[in-house]
């Protein structure tokens, strides 16, 4: 489903690449999470798999085709949400949904079935007025029905359960493991394992720009709890917290 090769990325004005030789692969039917500290290149990965920003060097391929030589294929496969989403301010969560759905070129028929089934699912009858009052969660709820809107084949996500109550963190990891089981794919980035563990069948451990292991939670941390600990990337394999 998505495969990227060697992929490297060096931002103007840096000495350091943000990312660096970086290959993986996420299979049909799977959920993959990146994790890593601050500044390991997580949004820029999630960036160059949904088109954009592109990489210097490298292949990232979407269902076998080449995102650099097929762009507007690879992103119809996609759904993606940014980190940090940049909307029109003075839209409404339903001016929004109708941008979307044109974007992605939706039937009337296709935008009315999408919405009945995910605007429940997060919850966006709760939400009223324009997206310059509302919470980080009030909008990542938005953002997430307008990715799965059009059904991607590949839901790409940075950091998605950051702004998000548990409510909607559970309904979410349902849905990527719905995805899954129906043969799509998911691909996302977090800070921490724990994170990373509510639904991801993979997780890698991403550094300095560099995958530095894949594997499960449990297997991440057994492998890296001594050489971490003591060291920054030592939150990163912190148990969740108990709510």
Do not use: H
């Not at 839209?91 to 296709?110: H, I, Q, S």
């Not at 709760?126 to 590949?154: D, H, N």
């Not at 530095?212 to 449990?218: K, R």
């Amino acid at each position: 489903m998505l495969k990227l090769e060697n992929v490297c990325k060096t931002y103007p004005k840096k000495k350091k690449p943000a990312v660096d030789g970086l290959s993986f692969e996420v299979a049909p039917g799977e959920v993959f999470a990146l994790v890593g500290p601050k500044n390991a290149g997580l949004s820029t990965v999630a960036k160059m798999i949904a088109g954009v920003t592109a990489p210097d060097s490298g292949i990232i391929t979407v269902r076998g085709k080449n995102n650099a030589d097929w762009p507007v294929n690879c992103r119809r496969y996609q759904g993606y949400v940014p980190e940090i989403p940049r909307v029109y301010r003075w839209m409404d969560r339903e001016k929004w949904l109708d941008f979307t759905a044109d974007v992605y070129g939706l039937t009337p028929k296709e935008k009315k079935d999408a919405l009945a089934k995910y605007k429940p699912m997060f919850r966006l009858r709760t939400i009223e007025g324009r997206f310059s009052g509302y919470s980080a969660e009030e909008l990542q709820r938005v953002m997430l029905v307008s990715a799965l809107m059009s059904e991607p084949w590949l839901l790409v996500m940075d950091k998605p359960f950051v702004p998000l109550g548990q409510e909607m963190r559970l309904a979410l990891a349902e849905e990527c493991r719905n995805r899954a089981k129906s043969g799509k794919s998911v691909f996302f980035t977090a800070n921490t394992l724990a994170q990373a563990a509510i639904c991801a069948d993979r997780i890698g451990i991403m550094y300095g720009g560099r995958l530095i292991s894949v594997g499960t939670a449990e297997q991440l941390r057994a492998r890296w709890a001594e050489p971490f600990a003591g060291t920054e990337l030592e939150p990163i394999l912190a148990e969740a917290p108990e709510e």
